[in-house]
């Protein structure tokens, strides 16, 4: 049976600073934009607060071994926190796997799920801890 391990302090805190940062472009530009434009202003915030993070990276899906094919991360943050950003109406179980399957392939554990639709930040925010 799998428990669930929380990360280290370091990703939490680097979490926290992405939230706040997520937080801040949502103060600005509020719902309604495609993903690309959050992405967009997501990336200029934490250059702005010198995070390291790298938007649209891939992610290398295996099948026993054998690459398969090829995920996209919309951002990941210093090698160690996957950020997957959404502007929907709500999130759907499959958002959730999505983040879960990142984190697998990567060997990572935390995920943040960011829906920019919603009416304030705060509740479109997922925390996904996955156990290595």
Do not use: W
Request: glycine share 8%.
């Amino acid at each position: 049976m799998e428990s669930s391990i929380e990360p280290d302090k370091a990703v939490d805190d680097m979490a926290r600073v992405v939230i706040g940062a997520a937080i801040e472009v949502h103060k600005h530009l509020g719902p309604g934009y495609l993903e690309s434009v959050y992405e967009q202003a997501l990336a200029i915030e934490l250059e702005l607060r010198e995070i390291p993070f790298k938007c649209q990276h891939a992610a290398t899906v295996r099948y026993k071994g054998i690459t398969v094919g090829e995920g996209r991360v919309d951002l990941l943050v210093a090698d160690r926190l996957v950020v997957e950003l959404k502007a929907v109406e709500t999130l759907l179980p499959i958002h959730k796997a999505q983040v879960i399957s990142y984190l697998r392939g990567m060997g990572l554990s935390l995920g943040l799920l960011i829906n920019f639709n919603a009416r304030t930040l705060r509740e479109g925010i997922q925390r996904i801890v996955y156990s290595l």
